[in-house]
T-cell receptor, first 114, second 115 residues
């Protein structure tokens, strides 16, 4: 089944404890992206990747890191999480970076930073 | 600041009624406008999208209307059904290659369709 998977789905952590949220797609997509969803703010783009080893900042990259060493994986790293990074995170992928190529979203990761 | 402003924040409509969600944008360079539907506990899914060279696009009960001069676009859900109860997001992007990959989303509209 073609899908975007994220792990973990739920995570509660404490301030300053490094964490990684994994994202994997099995559709051989070039483009992958991370978003955070907050009430009243909608989805905001954190980072995106046009292809392997090519990443770029979205609108809210502060406090996050990403890497794209393989086409299928695009992990989101929080080196020193803070409470303002408590949010619902979505990974997405599409065949190419062209906007008209459909973005497929993962199921989301709900992160709470205490 | 949000480059795409979406309203209303929430909407209650009776079964069979019409749901209308509006979005406005500032950046005239945007040239691709998708709408996403999100059910509770799920990721957003593409519903319908429009390019600014057309004023309207219809897919089943869902229609996008686009007003380039006003920099506004809207989603109309005709004959709304309880299964349409979800959160809807508008978005905007630029199709030119140097802006590929960047998307701006609205704040979302929670639609509840009552039986």
């Amino acid at each position: 089944e073609a899908q975007v998977t994220q792990n973990p789905r739920y995570l509660i952590t404490v301030t300053g404890k490094k964490l990684t949220v994994t994202c994997s797609q099995n559709m051989n997509h070039e483009y992958m992206s991370w978003y955070r969803q907050d009430p009243g703010l909608g989805l905001r783009q954190i980072y995106y990747s046009m292809n392997v080893e090519v990443t770029d900042k979205g609108d809210v990259p502060e406090g996050y890191k990403v890497s794209r060493k393989e086409k299928r994986n695009f992990p989101l790293i929080l080196e020193s999480p803070s409470p303002n990074q408590t949010s619902l995170y979505f990974c997405a992928s599409s065949l190419s970076p062209r906007p008209r190529d459909t973005q497929y979203f993962g199921p989301g990761t709900r992160l709470t930073v205490l | 600041q949000q480059q795409v402003k979406q309203s209303p924040q929430s909407l209650i409509v009776q079964k069979g009624g019409i749901s209308i969600i509006n979005c406005a944008y500032e950046n005239t360079a945007f040239d691709y406008f998708p709408w996403y539907q999100q059910f509770p506990g799920k990721g957003p899914a593409l519903l319908i999208a429009i390019r600014p060279d057309v004023s309207e696009k219809k897919e089943g009960r869902f229609t996008i209307s686009f007003n380039k001069s006003a920099k506004q676009f809207s989603l109309h859900i005709m004959d709304s059904q309880p299964g349409d109860s979800a959160t809807y997001f508008c978005a905007a992007s630029r199709a030119i290659t140097d802006s590929w990959g960047k998307f701006q989303f609205g704040a979302g509209t929670q639609v509840v369709v009552t039986p």
